[in-house]
Nanobody, 123 residues
Framework: QVQLVESGGGLVQPGGSLRLSCAASGFTLDYYAIGWFRQAPGKEREGVSCISSSDGSTYYADSVKGRFTISRDNAKNTVSLQMNSLKPEDTAVYYC????????????????WGQGTQVTVSS
């Protein structure tokens, strides 16, 4: 069964850090670009970051550039998102997704999605 499972979400104070993980089962992440998206209440799902399968190129939304870092460990079949200097506006459900065709901000280009993990940034 093909599955992506996110973990690592939680409640953190502004300025704090969290590390999200995306683990795959039933398929190999090596051949897929992996994107992280987030969706806040009442808002559309937006792309946060992506890492390509070919050369490991990384992409970030302007709102997280310099604060978030995406990385992949193909041996463990996982992708991580290190989030530092978190702000209240980072509060959302975070999803990872896999795309065979490459990184994109368009949700329709992704083949598999995880169930999401809640990140809440609040004092």
């Amino acid at each position: 069964q093909v599955q992506l499972v996110e973990s690592g979400g939680g409640l953190v104070q502004p300025g704090g850090s969290l590390r999200l993980s995306c683990a795959a089962s039933g398929f190999t992440l090596d051949y897929y670009a992996i994107g992280w998206f987030r969706q806040a209440p009442g808002k559309e799902r937006e792309g946060v970051s992506c890492i390509s399968s070919s050369d490991g190129s990384t992409y970030y939304a302007d709102s997280v550039k310099g604060r978030f870092t995406i990385s992949r460990d193909n041996a463990k079949n996982t992708v991580s998102l290190q989030m530092n200097s978190l702000k209240p506006e980072d509060t959302a459900v975070y999803y990872c997704a896999a795309s065979i065709v490459g990184c994109s901000v368009y949700v329709g280009q992704y083949d598999y999605w995880g169930q999401g993990t809640q990140v809440t940034v609040s004092s």
